[in-house]
């Protein structure tokens, strides 16, 4: 999923948004990682997505993701 452009990226991102609402919960967010191919557990996800989210709301919207995306390693 590297070479994939803004668009592409948008799209990814929005199938796993299962409320259409422009943001992931935890439960989007652990869908999204598991089909990126990641086996993490609960802890492990809750501890991922805690630093996605960059704001504490709770949600990931799409900068967030984008801003994880660009900086993973």
Not at 20 to 30: D, P
Not at 41 to 69: C, H, S, T
Request: proline share 0%.
């Amino acid at each position: 999923m590297d070479d994939l452009d803004y668009d592409d990226m948008l799209a990814y991102f929005n199938n796993f948004d299962s409320r259409k609402n422009g943001v992931l919960v935890f439960s989007e967010f652990a869908e999204l990682i598991r089909s990126i191919g990641f086996n993490l557990d609960e802890a492990e996800l809750r501890k991922g997505f805690d630093k996605v989210d960059k704001d504490n709301n709770n949600e990931i919207d799409f900068e967030e993701f984008m801003a994880w995306w660009g900086n993973r390693t």
